[in-house]
T-cell receptor, first 114, second 112 residues
């Protein structure tokens, strides 16, 4: 069994400020880790993922996340946010072998103020 | 690019009606999923399918059924819609090897 906890339901921040969205997980097996983003009135889309290798992964729009196995965390960070980053962010985990069924966190609403 | 489409963006139905939500993907993915999304609850898995005519219950299958007659199409059926099924419904597909989910735009269903 696996679970995902997103510690903040809402994160307000001013434009150009740094942000961190926290994600912790629990699992009895090795996992793949994902961050998805959902812009208003749209479906989810993959932001970045960790499958293996370097524990720091980056997206094309400046977000990064670091897999910390000892702390079972996969926090999402951006050094300087834009208004356009306002969205719902979901952390997800799935087993790295066998079942491909993901477990999603409850989501964090990032609200960027001008 | 993978494309997942859903038959309707918005749908309004009455209590007791039979409701069909359809999802089509164009990348030959083996696995398809139906979720519902409610504020504060995130995504909850209703049903998934790993092959044609195969289906498995997710976490909240009660009140729903599914059909997968062709690989690219996965339908969610509400046999008798109820007001507590008012929600956003999201379809997704994935290749087993990557586990990355590709989502449709969602259907916002309102049951009156």
């Amino acid at each position: 069994a696996q679970s995902v906890t997103q510690l903040d339901s809402q994160v307000p921040v001013f434009e150009e400020a740094p942000v961190e969205l926290r994600c912790n997980y629990s699992s009895s097996v090795s996992v793949y880790l994902f961050w998805y983003v959902q812009y208003p009135n749209q479906g989810l889309q993959l932001l970045l993922k960790y499958l293996s290798g370097s524990t720091l992964v980056e997206s094309i729009n400046g977000f990064e996340a670091e897999f910390n196995k000892s702390q079972t965390s996969f926090h999402l960070r951006k050094p300087s946010v834009h208004i356009s980053d306002t969205a719902e962010y979901f952390c997800a985990v799935s087993p790295s072998g066998g079942s491909y069924i993901p477990t999603f966190g409850r989501g964090t609403s990032l609200i960027v103020h001008p | 690019d993978v494309k997942v489409t859903q038959s309707s963006r918005y749908l309004v139905k009455r209590t007791g009606e039979k409701v069909f939500l359809e999802c089509v993907q164009d990348m030959d993915h083996e696995n398809m999923f139906w979720y519902r999304q409610d504020p504060g609850l995130g995504l909850r898995l209703i049903y998934f399918s790993y092959d044609v005519k195969m289906k498995e219950k997710g976490d909240i299958p009660e009140g729903y059924s599914v059909s997968r007659e062709k690989k690219e199409r996965f339908s969610l059926i509400l046999e008798s819609a109820s007001t507590n099924q008012t929600s956003m419904y999201l379809c997704a597909s994935t290749m087993s090897s990557t586990n990355t989910q590709y989502f449709g735009p969602g259907t916002r269903l309102t049951v009156l």
